[in-house]
């Protein structure tokens, strides 16, 4: 049988191993109340403040009226740059992928 039972021999040690604690002076923590929650404490009153109006005349950063053709021209180069980069990127990918056995022969002959 896989239980597990408590016997008088152990019970009594228990016993008797608490009256010897208690015999030498020291004594079992007390049983007390469970703890209880204390009162939720009441939030301070809001008192209505008058803000002082702020100068905001002096800004960190430059605001431009809009953007200027410069900077079009240099994002348009930009932009067709990295389209071409990408298209030529992909030319090379399926080229690799087309003459990937004579690659592949070209680099066991140098291995050996």
Sequence with gaps: MNAISVT???EQGALRATQTFQAGGLSAPRVRAP??????PSLPERRAS???PT????????KPARSSPGEKLFLGLL??????????????L???VQNWASF???V????Q
């Excluded at 932009?79 to 090379?92: E, L, Q, V």
């Design 55 to 62: 100068v905001t005349s002096a800004t960190a950063r430059i």
């Design 50 to 52: 008058q803000r002082q």
């Design 94 to 96: 399926v080229d690799l």
């Design 8 to 10: 008088a021999e152990i």
């Design 35 to 40: 703890a209880a929650w204390l009162p939720v």
């Design 104 to 106: 592949n022969a070209g």
């Design 79 to 92: 932009t067709a740059a990295a389209t071409i980069a990408i298209a030529y990127g992909f030319s090379c």
């Design 108 to 111: 066991g002959r140098l291995v």
